[in-house]
């Protein structure tokens, strides 16, 4: 099964660190960008931060500074790192990829991982 399979996200004090991995499964990154999405409920997704197959990143303004989008290509697996975190910070984070699968390219989502920062 092709699919995108996030882990790292619980519970958290406010100014604690998480760390997210998303790992790609049955398939591999293509050369286009790798995104984490942060979505609360009654709103749309939004985009936290993108990381392309070269390295390079781009941050929502909101995360600047504290978040870290990093890519493995060997492992496959894209991992957000979380730190300074704030109560505004509590949402479902997704990732989400292009897959190649022999020929075809895809879009896929993952599962998302819920996050909560609190005291």
């Known amino acids: 099964q092709v699919q995108l399979v996030e882990s790292g996200g619980g519970l958290v004090q406010p100014g604690g660190s998480l760390r997210l991995s998303c790992a790609a499964s049955g398939g591999i990154f293509s050369n286009n960008a790798v995104d984490w999405y942060s979505q609360v409920p009654g709103k749309e997704r939004e985009l936290v931060a993108s990381v392309t197959k070269g390295g390079n990143t781009a941050y929502a303004d909101s995360v600047k500074g504290r978040f870290t989008i990093s890519r493995d290509n060997a492992k496959n697996t894209v991992y957000l790192q979380m730190n300074s975190l704030k109560a505004e910070d509590t949402a479902v984070y997704y990732c989400?990829?292009?897959?190649?699968?022999?020929?075809?390219?895809?879009?896929?989502w993952g599962q998302g991982t819920q996050v909560t920062v609190s005291s």
């Open positions: 989400n990829a292009d897959l190649v699968t022999g020929w075809r390219i895809k879009n896929y």
